[in-house]
């Protein structure tokens, strides 16, 4: 495979602790700079890539013409901006969810994209995991009999008002943050799209805090019933499940897959024996930039597009909109 030269916007926690980690271990990939305008925040990459190259401000890398490919884990209302401007400086662009903050502004990144001839697409990473990849082989196999039912819950307490997930300004709250995670895992899965939705949501300072979600999504096999909790006030929780007439699907890690909990699926059926899957060893972070290397470099099929991000997108604005007085 074609090696290819990585540079990230910012020292950001995930980024120091998850994706930059993930980029350098990735086949074909190349963790090659870092734009901080606090040299002291490089020191943490150079520890797994001694090699790195720093650079004082996010033009400075875009400007860079070693750099092949960037990674943007800014604050949620920089994404649009930076994306467009690094597909502009002709790089390939991964951008951390959600890629932006109304469908809308997902249209101007896809012409972005076209105009440059270059591969942009949000940090959707769970859709390269084999259990999610597993989840939709049952459900288009009717392994559980006609889909019925899903419900999916992901929260976690974080009350620190210091935190970019709290301040309005930089597009926090529980359904930006993890929202994403709770309506797109269905869509992917089980091949849908929201119809009628109704939304409770708890704010706290223009941020929501809580949001739970009703109604019905709709695929070509049919209409099933939807629910979704996502809060940053309660104590962390993940799990999805999808109920069929004939079985069930229980995910107990759906999305931070062997750092939350180790990463297990299970099928459960009358008369049947369950069967579990459990994946112990896999990274989705460095699937995901393998895939994406392998989509940039030999043309083969990636899974999450900026179209699919646009559709989760659609279904934010909707929540927003169908939230009940």
């Known amino acids: 495979m074609q090696v290819l030269n990585w540079g990230i916007l910012g020292a950001a926690k995930f980024a120091r602790e998850h994706m930059g980690r993930a980029i350098h271990a990735a086949e074909g990939a190349r963790l090659a700079a870092l734009a901080t305008s606090s040299p002291e925040k490089a020191d943490p990459f150079k520890a797994f890539a001694p ?3 720093v650079h004082d401000s996010y033009d400075a890398l875009l400007a860079d013409p070693g750099i092949d490919v960037v990674y943007i884990p800014l604050p949620n209302t920089l994404h649009v901006e930076w994306t467009k401007k690094a597909l502009a400086a002709g ?10 903050m109304k469908a809308e502004e997902i249209d101007g990144l896809i012409d972005a994209r076209d105009a440059a001839g270059k591969f942009a697409t949000e940090a959707y990473m769970i859709v390269h995991h084999p259990q999610w990849r597993q989840v939709r082989d049952w459900l288009d196999a009717g392994a559980i009999g006609e889909l019925r039912h899903a419900d999916v819950v992901f929260t976690f307490n974080n ?27 269905v869509r992917f899965a089980a091949r849908a799209e929201p119809g009628d939705l109704r939304a409770v949501i708890h704010r706290e300072n223009d941020v929501d805090t809580f949001t739970q979600v009703t109604g019905e999504m709709v695929s070509d096999k049919g209409r099933f019933t939807y629910g979704a909790l ?3 006030r309660l104590h962390p929780r993940q799990e999805a499940v999808f109920q069929g007439s004939e079985g069930l699907i229980r995910l107990t890690c759906p999305f931070n897959a062997n750092v939350f909990d180790q990463a297990e699926v299970t099928l459960i059926r009358k008369g049947k024996p369950d069967e579990m899957i459990r994946y112990p060893a896999v990274n989705q972070y460095v699937i995901q930039v393998e895939a994406f290397m392998r989509h940039v470099t030999e043309g083969a099929p ?20 169908s939230e009940q007085g």
């Open 230 to 232: 996502t809060s940053t």
């Open 302 to 321: 990636y899974a999450w597009t900026l179209e699919d991000a646009r559709g989760t997108q659609a279904m934010i604005d909707k929540v927003f909109a």
């Open 159 to 185: 009350p620190d008002p210091t935190n970019i997930r709290n301040k309005a300004d930089m597009g926090g709250g529980s359904i930006p943050d993890i929202g994403v995670y709770a309506y797109s895992c």
């Open 91 to 100: 790089k390939h662009v991964l951008t951390e969810k959600p890629i932006a």
């Open 51 to 53: 090699d790195l190259k």
